[in-house]
């Protein structure tokens, strides 16, 4: 399957993308609680989701109202806050993510430093619910295991107040946080792109493309946005069927001769955190006879440049070759859920499921939902296994 975020229409925000979602499939009553309890970490704020008419298109719109407004909040002390949220890890880093994007164009924009750098609207509350929101509901959808295709955003135009005066559309941060993607300016003297729309979708793309590709639409999504025009101000997500069984992956290599077993494996951790979709040490001879190894990454192209920084920064190498744009056959994959009775409670495993040509290649759980059996009932892989199959 294939995601398709097209804003190429009105833009882009971050309640735009929740409304989409919802669109989609994504369950109001558990995200109206995420996003209350965690935008809580700054303020209060209501959640609530009506279906309306955006000049004849039938659209979610996700309205946050801010309760109480409290004073802004610095980058780090937002992620201190998010961290000690009782969420997914996932959903966690991807958010966290999705902030940094945020802070690091604000920093080069003012000229500070992401310690120095604080946040007023998109540190307030009602950010911090479209951010985490989003990724939430990107997340209980399985979105995260499909290829996200992003069309050129459409950013408007003018002027827009904001809490550093008067700025030209698109807003300084909104450049910067897409630099390198596409984007075109109107069809509206407004703004259509914030920055918080900018950068879930700039984190959450693993491709951009000027248009879209061939394909077979299963279903579209329609996210609303607050203000009214001449046109239908909405964002789509379209949800495809891949009419094809390929990919494309980086390659990232370097050889390694100097680092420890231990140092190695925290390598290992570190690499798969930040998103690389595989990581792999082959043993080898280098020059001069000397043992070492040969370490291995596949990547999306969005993850690319922090991978490589990784490696860097971890391995002290002086050298990393990059194969960019490989092709990679797939198998078609859908995640079933299914749910077990063990010793008098009820778990729930996913089985992510292979197909070629319609015929079933393979069936296998989840490796941390057999972990999490296996450590609540104090019992081996193996025995879990057992038990489900």
């Not at 996700?62 to 992620?79: F, P, R, S």
């Not at 002086?318 to 744009?325: D, K, S």
């Amino acid at each position: 399957m294939t995601i398709i975020i097209d804003p190429q229409g009105s833009g882009i925000s971050g309640n735009m993308i929740i409304g989409a979602l919802v669109d989609l499939g994504a369950d109001t009553s558990k995200l109206k609680e995420v996003m209350e309890t965690s935008a809580g970490i700054v303020g209060d704020v209501d959640v609530t989701f009506e279906k309306i008419n955006k000049k004849g298109i039938d659209s979610i719109h996700c309205h946050v109202e801010i309760l109480d407004k409290k004073d802004h909040v610095h980058y780090t002390e937002l992620v201190d806050k998010i961290n000690a949220l009782d969420l997914d890890e996932d959903v966690k880093i991807t958010s966290l993510n999705i902030f940094k994007r945020i802070a690091i164009a604000e920093s080069k924009v003012h000229g500070k430093s992401l310690e120095e750098i604080h946040f007023h609207e998109v540190g307030a509350s009602d950010a911090v619910a479209d951010v985490i929101g989003s990724v939430w509901a990107y997340y209980s959808l399985n979105l995260n295991e499909e290829k996200i295709i992003g069309l050129p955003i459409a950013v408007g135009g003018g002027q827009v107040k904001t809490a550093h005066g008067i700025l030209p559309v698109p807003v300084p941060a909104v450049v910067e946080i897409l630099k390198g993607l596409n984007f075109v300016g109107g069809p509206v003297a407004s703004e259509l792109a914030t920055p918080t729309g900018c950068a879930i979708y700039a984190e959450l793309c693993d491709e951009i493309r000027e248009f879209i590709p061939q394909t077979k639409m299963d279903k579209v999504g329609y996210g609303a946005g607050r203000k009214d025009f001449d046109h239908p101000n909405v964002l789509r997500i379209i949800q495809s069927k891949d009419i094809n069984e390929s990919d494309r992956i980086d390659v990232i290599e370097t050889n390694i001769d100097h680092l420890t077993g231990e140092e190695i494996g925290y390598l290992f951790d570190i690499l798969l955190d930040a998103g690389a979709s595989d990581v792999s040490i082959t043993p080898i001879i280098m020059k001069k006879n000397r043992q070492g190894s040969l370490l291995k990454v596949i990547s999306k192209k969005s993850k690319r440049d922090e991978l490589v920084d990784l490696i860097f920064k971890h391995t002290g190498s002086l050298g990393i070759r990059i194969a960019p744009n490989l092709h990679r056959g797939l198998a078609k994959r859908e995640f079933v859920k299914k749910t077990y009775e063990i010793e008098g409670d009820e778990y729930e495993v996913t089985y992510k499921i292979g197909y070629v040509n319609g015929e079933i290649i393979s069936e296998r759980p989840e490796y941390e939902d057999l972990k999490k059996i296996a450590n609540e009932k104090g019992m081996s892989l193996r025995q879990v296994k057992e038990l489900i199959k």
